[in-house]
Antibody, heavy 116, light 107 residues
Framework: EVQLVESGGGLVQPGRSLKLSCAAS????????MAWVRQAPKKGLEWVAT????????YYPDSVKGRFTISRDNAKSSLYLQMNSLKSEDTATYYC?????????WGQGVMVTVSS | DIQMTQSPASLSASLEEIVTITCQAS??????LAWYQQKPGKSPQLLIY???SLADGVPSRFSGSRSGTQYSLKISRLQVEDIGSYYC?????????FGGGTKLELK
């Protein structure tokens, strides 16, 4: 059974940093692209970042480019999202997802609140 | 960026009713479209991919179709467990974008 478990969320002040983690199991992690997708409170879904199988290629929308960094450790079957220079509009539930163009498995999500 | 315009934003329907949700892409995306279901308080789940293919374990009352740049999700006979929000997503080009969502409620 595919499982994705996020951690690392919490309350952080604007301008500060936070790192999210996602532990994967139930599939060969190194064979899949992985992604982060977020959902602001009572809002829709927004793709945040994608990383290739080896980690050599990363993709971001303009809204987070230069501030967020996605990475992975295939030996640990783990995905990460380093978030710097956080803004109030980054407040959201962040989901880790396995991706093959589409997002076929999702974690339960972790809440990030950016507020002073 | 490709814009995905989803309608309606909310929908109230009765059990056993046929429900249709649509998504309009701002440009040609071929069949690079997925539909997701998000039940209240839960993570999204993939329902349909490649515009018309049913994901594993998804009931056959769900179906997807395409007409040009307009895509539709149909629930043939609404069940209580289908209540929640639905989102389309284009996978044609970066940045991957979602529709604004449709909140489906019971009448």
């Amino acid at each position: 059974e595919v499982q994705l478990v996020e951690s690392g969320g919490g309350l952080v002040q604007p301008g500060r940093s936070l790192k999210l983690s996602c532990a994967a199991s139930g599939f060969t992690f190194s064979n899949y692209y992985m992604a982060w997708v977020r959902q602001a409170p009572k809002k829709g879904l927004e793709w945040v970042a994608t990383i290739s199988t080896s980690g050599s290629r990363t993709y971001y929308p303009d809204s987070v480019k230069g501030r967020f960094t996605i990475s992975r450790d295939n030996a640990k079957s783990s995905l990460y999202l380093q978030m710097n220079s956080l803004k109030s509009e980054d407040t959201a539930t962040y989901y880790c997802a396995r991706t093959t163009y589409y997002f076929d498995y999702w974690g339960q999500g972790v809440m990030v609140t950016v507020s002073s | 960026d490709i814009q995905m315009t989803q309608s309606p934003a909310s929908l109230s329907a009765s059990l056993e009713e046929i429900v249709t949700i649509t998504c309009q892409a701002s440009q040609d995306i071929g069949n690079w479209l997925a539909w997701y279901q998000q039940k209240p308080g839960k993570s999204p789940q993939l329902l349909i991919y490649d515009a018309t293919s049913l994901a594993d374990g998804v009931p056959s009352r769900f179906s997807g179709s395409r007409s040009g740049t307009q895509y539709s999700l149909k629930i043939s006979r609404l069940q209580v467990e289908d209540i929640g929000s639905y989102y389309c997503q284009q996978a044609h080009s970066n940045p991957w974008t979602f529709g604004g969502g449709t909140k489906l409620e019971l009448k």
